[in-house]
């Protein structure tokens, strides 16, 4: 069973402060990774995505792979209040199957 | 551009009911994905298509459960007889071949609640 986990939280940081989500995945195989975020009520909607070991940086968010570890994270700075929300980290193994493979979500809180 | 669309938004029925769910998926996308998500289970894939072909329904959960796609703007999700247990948010998504990454797009959802 190919698996992707992540923990549920919620993990509550203070504004301004920099929020770490991680997430581990089974399949070493596995060759794009990608992070979405959810908000209540509505659908996930693609943050970053991230193929190669390493970091990469978009504005205030960077994706971190780690292929070795089976560990993607993201890091969000200077958190804001509107990033109180679900991240839902996916994987793709890449073995011609498009499917992604969800896990359950981290909560993130973000207190003001 | 218009995103993936899906209707209807709210579906309350009840247990022994017909559902169908629809979805567009964005124009020039070839793959169209059925997705579920619920507290217990979190996002389960179902089905998805390519070129209007299903490749890989190992999620449909039983027999109650088919989907279809008929031409490259149009899919839809059927559940007959539908049960409580089948409450939950149904997403669709789509994506592209021809683009560098897999990222899929996801439609706003299909809140269905079985009674």
């Known amino acids: 069973q190919k698996e992707v986990e992540q923990n549920s939280g919620p993990l509550s940081v203070p504004e301004g402060a920099i929020a770490s989500l991680n997430c581990t995945y089974s399949d070493r195989g596995s060759q794009s990774f990608f992070w979405y975020r959810q908000y209540s009520g509505k659908s996930p909607e693609l943050i970053m995505f991230?193929?190669?070991?390493g970091d990469k940086e978009d504005g205030r968010f960077t994706a971190q792979l780690n292929k070795a570890s089976q560990y993607v994270s993201l890091l969000i700075r200077d958190s804001q209040p509107s990033d109180s929300a679900t991240y839902l980290c996916a994987v793709n193994e890449n073995t011609g199957r498009r499917a992604l493979t969800f896990g359950s979500g981290t909560r993130l809180q973000v207190q003001p | 551009d218009a995103g993936v669309i899906q209707s209807p938004r709210h579906e309350v029925t009840e247990m022994g009911q017909e559902v169908t769910l629809r979805c567009k998926p964005i124009?020039?996308?070839?793959?169209l994905f059925w997705y579920r998500q619920t507290m217990m289970r979190g996002l389960e894939l179902l089905i998805y298509?390519?070129?209007?072909?299903?490749?890989?329904d190992s999620g449909m959960p039983e027999d109650r459960f088919s989907a279809k796609m008929p031409n490259a703007s149009f899919s839809t999700l059927k559940i007959q007889p539908s049960e409580p247990r089948d409450s939950a948010v149904y997403f669709c998504?789509?994506?592209?071949?021809?683009?560098?990454?897999?990222?899929?797009?996801f439609g706003p959802g299909t809140r269905l609640t079985v009674l």
């Open positions: 124009s020039g996308h070839d793959y």
């Open positions: 991230i193929y190669s070991n």
């Open positions: 298509f390519n070129n209007n072909v299903p490749i890989d």
């Open positions: 998504a789509s994506s592209s071949s021809g683009s560098s990454t897999d990222t899929q797009y």
